[in-house]
């Protein structure tokens, strides 16, 4: 494991919480001797305590392990604020409303970052009656394909998996759509603003 819980992050948590570092080694069963040198990087907690540790600080074991206790800072779950997170080994697609720290496969996920379609990932639109016809000039091949279409409004979010020698194309429903995305497995997220 090369990311470990420091002490830093422990002694900073810890005084968050307005605790010290007995009301700690009691909560854990563990001597204050113990969480001094934890919080001082001479000792670390052994694994078997990462759990209870990332409970009495009020935080998951992710959060623990990544130094960051996170906050959501979208309050009023406006959907165009969500992240979109894609798992490399499985291809999972999950969709966050705000910040979070998200696992799949043993791997802590970054929230794509989007860029403006290019060349080769140009986003196609036409309107059919009351939906979005989106599609993409792409090659759907195993190695190389689009994995998802989206759209998004403050709302929620349409999203359209798509495979492998499939056609990248799908359609949404028009209503309020601000902003559609096509993922490409090689290249990532692009979007097109509406």
């Known amino acids: 494991m090369d990311r470990y819980v420091t002490g830093d992050v422990i002694r900073r948590l810890r005084e968050s919480k307005k605790m010290t570092q007995d009301e700690l080694a009691e909560k854990l069963y563990v001597s204050s001797k113990a969480v001094s040198k934890w919080e001082t990087g001479n000792g670390y907690p052994d694994i078997s305590l990462l759990e209870p540790l990332a409970k009495a600080l009020d935080i998951s074991v992710i959060e623990l392990l990544s130094g960051n206790h996170i906050q959501n800072q979208n309050k009023t779950a406006n959907m165009a604020k969500g992240k979109l997170y894609v798992c490399p080994v499985c291809g999972n697609v999950i969709q966050a409303t705000g910040e979070a720290v998200i ?13 403006e379609a290019d060349e080769d990932h140009q986003i196609h639109v036409e309107i059919v009656e009351d939906e979005y016809y989106v599609s993409i000039c792409h090659p759907m091949t195993k190695n190389h394909f689009i994995s998802f279409l989206s759209a998004t409004s403050d709302m929620g979010t349409q999203l359209v998996k798509l495979y492998p020698e499939g056609s990248a194309e799908a359609r949404f429903k028009i209503n309020r759509v601000k902003t559609l995305y096509a993922y490409c497995n090689r290249h990532g997220l692009f979007r097109l603003k509406l």
């Not at 799949?104 to 860029?115: D, K, N």
Request: with cysteine; net charge negative.
């Open 103 to 115: 696992s799949c496969c043993g791997i802590t996920l970054p929230p794509l970052e989007s860029e």
